[in-house]
């Protein structure tokens, strides 16, 4: 038990917030944290909730994920979540959840608050690492604009060519005996990107999936009634479809989209191991 003990204190001096903290100091913040483990797939916090803990990811991976359920960022161990609403009281920032099981510390807000009161300095090194990270941050976003500002102006001058020369070109069509109109509506048709859709209910096989096609616009569905959604409202060139899932399976779904969609391309993936079966299931034979 004490061994495992100052394994957790090595764990949490290695945390940007409780840099310059002693061991003691370290060992009280320690004895206010709950030990649990999340499953696969659990939310962690929500985006817009209160911030009334936080928590030290010590095994497994978390995801930051977008309001589209879209994975933006990875979090991997040693990390904290919720540190800075912890402090500050505001609303959770962004949605996370567990990609694989994982072990986590959770630290309630209203003991750390109850810690930092009675301890004046342990508070005053937190409160100063929260000042560190905050300017550290704030440098970043400061470069990522300065960034943006100077690829924007660039994106905006090659637009402004880019328009010309299309124009130029819809001119020289016109005097062919192409209507603008007509000569526009075929170039925005051929110079679209495809579009794809993959559908699978493993998060893991969906990334690895929606990764390989990083060049072509990625659509996600987690099954088969999901994904024809997805093709109602976007159409999508191509569907790369799991065959084993649960409410609409990739069999039904693609029996549907021959019904619906038959001109539809469909590619269907497995991991089943007996060849026959996945052969009668998709032919029918």
């Not at 510390?105 to 560190?132: H, M, P, W, Y």
């Not at 604009?145 to 660039?154: E, G, H």
């Amino acid at each position: 038990m004490q061994e495992r003990s100052k394994e957790l204190v090595e764990v949490l001096k290695k945390i940007p917030l409780f840099f310059g903290l002693s061991p003691t100091q370290i060992r009280v913040i320690l004895s206010q944290c709950l030990s649990s483990s999340i499953e696969a797939g659990a939310q962690v916090c929500v985006r817009g909730k209160p911030s009334d803990e936080m928590y030290v990811l010590l095994s497994g991976k978390l995801a930051i994920v977008a309001d589209n359920s879209f994975r933006v960022a990875t979090i991997t161990p040693v990390t904290t979540v919720g540190e800075m609403g912890a402090i500050t009281g505001q609303p959770r920032s962004a949605t996370v959840e567990a990609i694989t099981p994982c072990r986590i510390l959770t630290i309630k807000k209203a003991r750390l608050d109850i810690i930092l009161r009675g301890q004046r300095e342990l508070k005053s090194k937190i409160f100063e690492n929260v000042i560190r990270l905050l300017s550290e941050k704030l440098v970043r976003d400061n470069v990522r604009m300065r960034d943006f500002l100077s690829a924007k102006a660039s994106f905006k001058e090659d637009g402004s060519r880019l328009e010309r020369r299309l124009n130029i070109a819809l001119d020289l069509l016109a005097e062919k005996g192409m209507s603008r109109e007509e000569a526009k509506s075929l170039i925005e048709s051929r110079a679209s990107e495809p579009r794809f859709l993959v559908v699978d209910d493993e998060p893991v096989a969906r990334q690895l999936l929606a990764k390989g096609l990083g060049q072509y616009v990625i659509s996600q569905a987690t099954n088969g009634v999901q994904a024809l959604e997805v093709v109602k409202s976007e159409s999508p060139d191509l569907v790369v479809t799991d065959i084993d899932m649960p409410e609409m399976d990739g069999i039904a779904l693609l029996k549907q989209l021959r019904t619906e969609h038959p001109k539809m391309p469909v590619l269907a993936v497995t991991a089943w191991r007996k060849k026959s079966s996945r052969r009668t299931a998709l032919t029918g034979t």
